[in-house]
Each structure stands twice: as C-alpha cells, then as structure tokens.
C-alpha cells in the first residue's frame, strides 16, 4: 500500500513559472525523499531531507518538512520544459529502514 | 562509471509461465532493492538484498523471489505469472543497507503478462 498521497495528481504550468507539490505520509520516519521520473523509466534522486531537518535547497529544488502535519513540499522554481515528469516522495520509516514507501505521484508538465 | 543496469528492458510473457530478472548494481554498492511499479502508481518494495542476505520483504506472494550472487548483481523471479504481475520492475542500489542516503535506480524492465 503507498504511504502517503500527493497533492496535486497532475499539474501543468508555463515555462517559467514555479511548481509546488505536496505530499502527505502516515508515520514517523527518519528521513523524506524526492524522486523525478521520465515517462516511466528509472527514477532519478532529487533531494533527501531528515526528520530533523525543516528545510533543504539544491539548485533549482526546494523542500520543506513539517513532521508534525505529516507532510512535505516541493517547489521547483524558474521551471522549464525538461522538468515536465513526474514527481514522488518516498518515505524512510522509523522501525524500517530496509524500504522505502513512494506516494502515488504528482504529473507536471511545463509547456513551452 | 556504469550506473544501475537492469535485464532486459522489455520482456512479455504468457500467464503461468516464470520469469527471471537481472540488475547489476553500482560499482562498490551492497545493497540492491526490487520495486514493482504499476502503470500509474508509486513504486512498491519488493525485496531489499545486502551482502548476499535478505534484509527485508514487502507484502507480495511467494510467487516472488530473489537472491544476490558474489558479485552484488541480483535476480527476481516471478513464478506462475499472473496478468496483473504486468507493471515495470526497478531495481536499486545504494552502498548501505538502510535507505538513509538515496537510491540510485535501473531504467527498469518492462513485463508484460498476456
């Protein structure tokens, strides 16, 4: 069973413009992670955030945790037609660090 | 340096008959994980293999099974298929066996089951 949710299913943007997705999970965990994928091929590792950790950047990429909602978000600022994917979170949990649990995913598109 | 390589791309098969998979891991990585991911969802765990043991299982039949060999590579076999066995199958490798630094993932084999 997924983990959590995120929110929106599917979002579509223009070029330019910043994208934020949210994802929702279920139990304590020890770290949050962001994952791309491209039309159902591999996925790519964005960006890892612990559960002691509010706040993480890399480049473009920007991720916030609120442990006590349960929940994180992903902006991607300034974005561009190569961003349009899919995007997942996945979850390290506490008491069971052998896996991680992936939400149901949000689609972006950015159009040109 | 080759990345995670996963055997082969696409593969379709007939409901009973078995199948095997194949993923070579990062140079110097341990740890290899088997996901299913169903057309429109998340990935799901299947197994998670680190120096040659498995360490963890998800919720799928015994149908399902997996090893890892000397070298770190692994395989999944899928036994008596089922129509909705159909989905991509990713493995991934990372150089510890607790997911606390990131996954690198295969591209994936897609199985079809008709």
């Known amino acids: 069973s997924q983990q959590g949710e995120e929110d929106p299913q599917a979002l579509s943007i223009q070029e330019g413009e910043n994208a934020t997705m949210n994802c929702s999970y279920k139990t304590s965990i020890n770290n949050l992670q962001w994952y791309r994928q491209n039309s159902g091929r591999g996925l790519v590792h964005l960006i890892l955030?612990?559960?002691?950790?509010r706040e993480k950047h890399s480049g473009r990429l920007r991720v916030t945790l609120d442990t006590s909602k349960k929940s994180s978000s992903l902006l991607i600022t300034a974005s561009r037609a190569a961003d349009t994917a899919s995007y997942f979170c996945?979850?390290?949990?506490?008491?069971?660090?052998?896996?991680?649990?992936f939400g149901s995913g949000t689609q972006l598109t950015v159009l040109p | 340096d080759a990345g995670v390589t996963q055997s082969p791309t696409h593969l379709i098969k007939t409901r009973g008959q078995h199948v095997t998979l194949r993923c070579s891991p990062i140079?110097?990585?341990?740890?290899v994980s088997w996901y299913q991911q169903v057309l429109g969802q998340g990935p799901q765990f299947i197994f998670q293999?680190?120096?040659?043991?498995?360490?963890g299982r998800g919720n799928f039949p015994d149908r399902f099974s997996a090893r890892q060999f000397p070298n770190y590579s692994s395989e999944l076999n899928v036994n008596a298929l089922l129509l909705g066995d159909s989905a991509l199958y990713l493995c991934a490798s990372s150089p510890q066996k607790q997911a606390s630094y990131g996954y690198t993932f295969g591209s994936g084999t897609r199985l079809t089951v008709v």
């Open positions: 996945a979850t390290d949990a506490t008491g069971s660090a052998r896996q991680l649990t």
């Open positions: 140079s110097g990585h341990k740890s």
């Open positions: 293999y680190y120096e040659k043991e498995e360490r």
């Open positions: 955030i612990r559960s002691n950790e």
